[in-house]
């Protein structure tokens, strides 16, 4: 046989080999969403989502959830590493061998008192799932629960990650610090949506959501006596300018097609009527779709507090927080990876089922991957409402439609096992290199 023959069927070889796993595997991730609404995985998720519902805890302190979700997947036959930044819970599903892809889900409630009155609500005074986390971790157990069933068939590794801390304790940067991620190609989330329909979900390639940033300025007078402002110097005026001269940077600095927010929500001077005092505290957030805005707004922060303060002949330190409200960067959804997403779940839901998400001012810790890694974030609709409109996020009045479960587990368990049929589509691999890391 000549060389040209052998080419040939290598070349039909290739195709017969290629096409089946993709086809095949298209089909299974078909049935992934009937799978997910069987009882044996809705119910299951349904129940695991209650418990957590009840049993809710703030960032840092998922301790029950973490052991709630080792016992799932310990009783899957799913290995994880616990303790993952002090209380998340890293999962693995697959080959144990590259490629990986992961899953996300963060874990953690909110200082809300639940307002809901029905059978499992939070069972911890002012605290609750409010967010809709416990809902994020029952689904990712979920398609957990779907992938170990077709585990032969996943080409490379899932990593699931149950990630703390998500509401401003920046429990992202420390799963990235603790080298979960290393070697990862790429990583997927999710946050459900009150105001659109069960089946739909909205998302947008690029900016998605803001970053946030938090700040605080002490301005330094001189104390004295209301009526003789002469022999002061007022800290209460000057800060009342750089309030204002904060403003301008937005009205008169900043694209008006770049939306930003700049917001002074704490001004502390004084202690009564007839008394000039010695400084004054303001602190505040800014917000912007971009990392150069953001960077922008920061340098322009400090040195109009500054450069104002002078002006009324004070002193003002600024300084950006960093302990209980990290620095958030933009959240921006990868192109091509807007594009895969948009194959694997039109081709589950339908393509008229993907809607454009409206742009967020809210910030979302994902972006921290996002900067680690090529990530994607979408929103998964649960408004049903033929039976109830639902209260936005951050409500005492918030509540979980769990018709939405499986949409979610079987979406996170689709994009994660045809992503892995893809690299390997894409770009074959030469060496098979073990993630020590993980
Ligand atoms: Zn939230
Ligand atoms: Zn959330």
């Not at 605080?216 to 309030?243: L, R």
Request: hydrophobic residues 40%.
């Amino acid at each position: 046989m000549g060389f040209v023959k052998w080419a040939n069927l290598l070349l039909i070889f290739h195709f017969f080999a290629a096409t089946p796993i993709f086809s095949h595997s298209s089909s299974f991730t078909s049935k992934f969403l009937d799978l997910a609404k069987e009882p044996k995985i809705f119910d299951w998720m349904v129940n695991i989502r209650r418990k957590i519902h009840e049993n809710p805890e703030l960032g840092y302190e998922e301790f029950k959830t973490s052991e709630l979700i080792t016992s799932e997947l310990t009783k899957l036959s799913i290995p994880y590493k616990y303790p993952v930044a002090v209380t998340g819970v890293v999962g693995f599903i697959g080959t144990g061998s590259s490629p990986f892809v992961a899953l996300r889900a963060d874990m953690d409630a909110l200082p809300i008192q639940e307002l809901v009155e029905w059978e499992h609500k939070s069972k911890v005074a002012g605290k609750m799932h409010a967010c809709g986390h416990d809902a994020h971790v029952a689904m990712l157990l979920g398609a957990a629960k779907i992938l170990k069933a077709h585990e032969k068939e996943i080409l490379g590794t899932v990593v699931l990650v149950f990630q703390p801390a998500e509401e401003g304790g920046g429990g992202a940067q420390k799963i990235i610090d603790s080298g979960a991620l290393e070697n990862v190609s790429a990583i997927f989330g999710l946050h459900v949506h009150p105001n659109e329909p069960v089946g739909v979900v909205a998302t947008r390639s690029g900016p998605l959501a803001t970053g946030s940033s938090f700040f605080e300025a002490i301005i330094s007078g001189k104390g004295g006596h209301a009526a003789i402002p002469q022999y002061a110097i007022d800290p209460i005026v000057a800060t009342s300018n750089i309030i204002i001269s904060l403003q301008h940077i937005l009205s008169r600095e900043v694209d008006p097609l770049d939306p930003q927010v700049l917001t002074i929500g704490k001004f502390q001077g004084g202690e009564t009527a007839n008394v000039i005092p010695d400084s004054v505290l303001i602190a505040g957030t800014f917000r912007a779709f971009s990392r150069e805005s953001m960077m922008y707004l920061k340098q322009r922060i400090e040195q109009v507090i500054i450069g104002q303060a002078a002006v009324h002949k004070c002193n003002a330190t600024v300084t950006f927080l960093n302990g209980d409200k990290p620095y958030s960067p933009p959240t921006i959804n990868n192109y091509d990876l807007h594009e895969y997403f948009k194959s694997v779940v039109g081709n589950m839901l339908g393509a008229n089922k993907i809607k454009k998400a409206q742009l967020l001012m809210g910030s979302e810790d994902f972006a921290l991957f996002q900067e680690a890694i090529p990530g994607y974030i979408f929103f998964l609709g649960m408004e049903n409402k033929s039976v109830e409109q639902l209260p936005s996020a951050h409500s005492p009045y918030f509540k979980v439609n769990e018709d939405a479960l499986p949409y979610g587990a079987a979406i996170h368990a689709s994009l994660a096992s045809n992503y892995l049929i893809k690299l390997h589509q894409d770009q074959p691999l030469v060496e098979d290199k073990y993630n020590d890391e993980l």
